[in-house]
């Protein structure tokens, strides 16, 4: 069974960082699948944060996190990761990590095939 197991979430303070890592089961053929970031705030829908294409060569952003979070992945490692940089108070939400059997870089949360169980973030103010 394919698993994605996130790691990293916490409490932190408003300008603060946190690094979100997404390890992937070996069954997962990792370098096959675009990752990608999503989070989902309580009452609110699920969100597209970041996305990466399978070699890193691309990569999308949700506006609202450009130029803060930068996500990257280790093909050796199976893992893709989020760095949040300057976080603010509606940063917080649950993250998920998602892998997606695709070509292109995706965004819209029906076209991920697997998704992990998620980590909370909280930015306080």
């Known amino acids: 069974q394919v698993q994605l197991v996130e790691s990293g979430g916490g409490l932190v303070q408003a300008g603060g960082s946190l690094r979100l890592s997404c390890a992937a089961s070996?069954?997962?053929?990792?370098?096959?699948?675009?990752m990608g970031w999503f989070r989902q705030a309580p009452g609110k829908e699920r969100e597209f944060v970041a996305a990466?294409?399978?070699?890193?060569?691309?990569?999308s952003y949700a506006d609202s996190v450009k130029g803060r979070f930068t996500i990257s992945r280790d093909n050796a490692e199976n893992t893709v990761y989020l760095q949040m940089n300057s976080l603010k108070p509606e940063d917080t939400a649950v993250y998920y990590c998602?892998?997606?059997?695709?070509?292109?870089?995706?965004?819209?949360?029906?076209?991920?095939?697997?998704w992990g169980q998620g980590t909370q973030v909280t930015v306080s103010s």
């Open positions: 998602a892998a997606s059997y695709t070509i292109l870089v995706v965004t819209t949360k029906d076209k991920y095939d697997y």
């Open positions: 070996s069954r997962l053929t990792f370098s096959n699948y675009v």
């Open positions: 990466i294409s399978r070699r890193a060569g691309s990569t």
